[in-house]
């Protein structure tokens, strides 16, 4: 069974960090451009970060470039986000996406999400 599970997610003060995981089944993720979107109440849909099949190329949103780092491991068919100094506007649920092709494609897989909050 094709699935894509994320985890990581929780509650954290201002400027704290957490580490979301995306682990897939079923298929390898390898294959996949592999992409961390958000989706916050009354907001649209938002890209994250992604990082292209073969690793060479990641792209982030500008509201997490030099805080978030997207990371793959291959061995346990998973991938990260690294998530530092964060800002209550990151609160959100997260989610990861198999995209196929380059990172701007369509998504093919995606997990249910887990959800960030930052608070204090």
């Known amino acids: 069974q094709v699935q894509l599970v994320e985890s990581g997610g929780g509650l954290v003060q201002p400027g704290g960090s957490l580490r979301l995981s995306c682990t897939g089944s079923?298929?390898?993720?390898?294959?996949?451009?592999i992409g961390w979107f958000r989706q916050a109440p009354g907001k649209e849909d938002e890209g994250v970060a992604c990082?292209?099949?073969?690793?060479?190329?990641?792209n982030y949103a500008e509201s997490v470039k030099g805080r978030f780092t997207i990371s793959r491991d291959s061995a346990k068919n998973t991938v990260y986000l690294q998530m530092n100094s964060l800002k209550p506007e990151d609160t959100a649920i997260y989610y990861c996406?198999?995209?196929?092709?380059?990172?701007?494609?369509?998504?093919?897989?995606w997990g249910q999400g887990t959800q960030v909050t930052v608070s204090s």
């Open positions: 996406a198999a995209i196929l092709g380059a990172c701007v494609g369509p998504k093919h897989y």
């Open positions: 990082i292209s099949s073969g690793d060479r190329i990641t």
């Open positions: 079923g298929f390898t993720l390898d294959y996949y451009a």
